[in-house]
């Protein structure tokens, strides 16, 4: 089997699709001996962050000289990107072995697996064979019914940013939501949290009944940006981190937090970490063509993308090139982005939930400079003297990012 063959069996109709439960990718672990069991695991569930959380960390503890699993989804280009160690994708020809092997196992077995549950599954048994010292494992969606939450014993977990995502799913209220995502808390385990977490008083009350110590963040790193340049202030010392965003304040908090429970993390290795930590089309800045990429999906990243175009980009016009699944609470999010004389280009993209320019230009009759967005023009916009902003859809950013960064 290769790449492209591999790709064919997780885009399948019968395999991409969302089912949550445990049930079969416990049956197929339990086959392999459950790999998962046998690595140290930080597990990771949260709304929004868990991404850049995941990543920053993993770095740190590469730069710590610890060979490092990260999974993370969705990706932007390859399938390839979820499973790195030591920042290295998977290679798409051990990949594509490693699906071939799990779902010829499956198909045996009589399991029928989900596009993300294989996945999951290749990561684990990847990161095993690979004798990784530690991964860095971020939940799909929610937590509790989550693919990844066949782990019986995570050395941490950490709960990012909760608010309201895939409500249809996990429930309507920040309360529900919080259940969900808390769901990943193992008896007698430790958890990282911030206190300004709208789901701290859920997490806490999980933590309470299993016995699990919580580690409360009350305070978030301070940024500061001199001169084109970000910096984090960490115990009055700054250190270079080139992640934008005024919320990476409260994901930083976190992984310090984490960075404790590996007590030979040397100052080196944490400058060198951070310094180096990169999260692609999470508030990406590409000096050179003025264009900022990030996936603001739903109306919490909306408001946290709005507060840092205004504190780094205050006064600058800016045009917009936008797209949203019709799952999406897209009417809050362009409410909260879009100033009156922004301009819009709207990418009707390839996906089978996407939404499109009419339905788009019916539900906002109020924007002014509304266009529909072709891919052929993107150089021609991208030339234009302002702040260009690539936000919405992961999927789209995923359509374009190539182009965007190697114009």
């Known amino acids: ?84 160690i030591n920042d290295i994708q998977i290679s798409k020809e051990v990949f594509a072995e490693y699906i071939e092997k799990i779902c010829t196992l499956a198909k045996r077995e009589n399991i029928k697996l989900t596009e993300f549950e294989i996945l999951t599954a290749v990561m684990f048994k990847y ?17 509790r019914f989550d693919a990844t939450n066949i782990i019986k014993q995570p050395i941490l977990e950490i709960i990012t940013s909760i608010s309201k995502d895939h409500t249809d799913r996990l429930g309507n209220t920040i309360e529900k939501i919080a259940f969900e995502k808390s769901g990943i808390i193992k008896a007698n385990s430790d958890v990282i949290i911030s206190e300004n977490n709208q789901g701290f008083k859920v997490a806490k009350e999980t933590a309470k009944k299993m016995n699990v110590h919580i580690h409360p963040v009350s305070k978030d790193i301070e940024m500061l940006f001199e001169n084109g340049t970000n910096y984090a202030l960490i115990n009055n010392k700054k250190y270079l981190f080139p992640l934008l965003g005024l919320y990476q304040k409260q994901n930083l908090a976190l992984v310090m937090e984490a960075v404790k429970f590996f007590g030979n993390i040397s100052e080196i290795a944490l400058q060198e970490g951070l310094k180096t930590a990169k999260w692609g089309a999470r508030l ?16 919490d990243a909306a408001i946290q993308l709005k507060k840092t175009l205004d504190y780094y980009f205050k006064g600058k016009k800016r ?55 072709n891919p052929d023009n993107l150089e021609q916009i991208i030339q234009k003297d302002c702040l260009k902003v690539v936000t919405g859809s992961l999927y789209m950013i995923g359509n374009l990012y190539i182009k965007l960064t190697s114009l």
Do not use: W
Request: hydrophobic residues 35%; aromatic residues 14%; charged residues 25%.
């Open 1 to 84: 089997m290769n790449y492209n063959e591999a790709i064919k069996i997780l885009t399948a109709k019968d395999n991409f699709c969302i089912k949550l439960g445990l049930e079969r990718i416990e049956s197929l672990m339990a086959k392999y001996d459950n790999p998962q069991n046998k690595i140290k695991i930080i597990h990771i569930a949260g709304t929004n962050g868990k991404g850049s959380v995941a990543s920053i960390l993993a770095n740190i503890l590469k730069c710590a000289g610890y060979k490092t699993g990260l999974y993370t989804s969705p990706h932007l280009v390859d399938y390839t990107e979820r499973i790195k």
């Open 127 to 143: 990161f095993y064979d690979e004798k990784i010292d530690y991964a860095i494992v971020e939940t799909g969606l929610g937590g």
């Open 284 to 299: 990406e800045y590409i000096k050179e063509k003025n264009i900022l990429i990030d996936g603001a999906h739903n109306p």
């Open 319 to 373: 045009l917009f090139i936008y797209s949203s699944l019709i799952t999406k609470d897209y009417k809050t999010v362009c409410n909260t982005l879009f100033d009156e004389n922004d301009e819009i280009y709207f990418f009707e993209f390839n996906h089978k939930d996407a939404l499109s320019f009419n339905e788009f230009k019916t539900t906002m009759p109020n924007l002014k400079y509304l266009y529909k967005f």
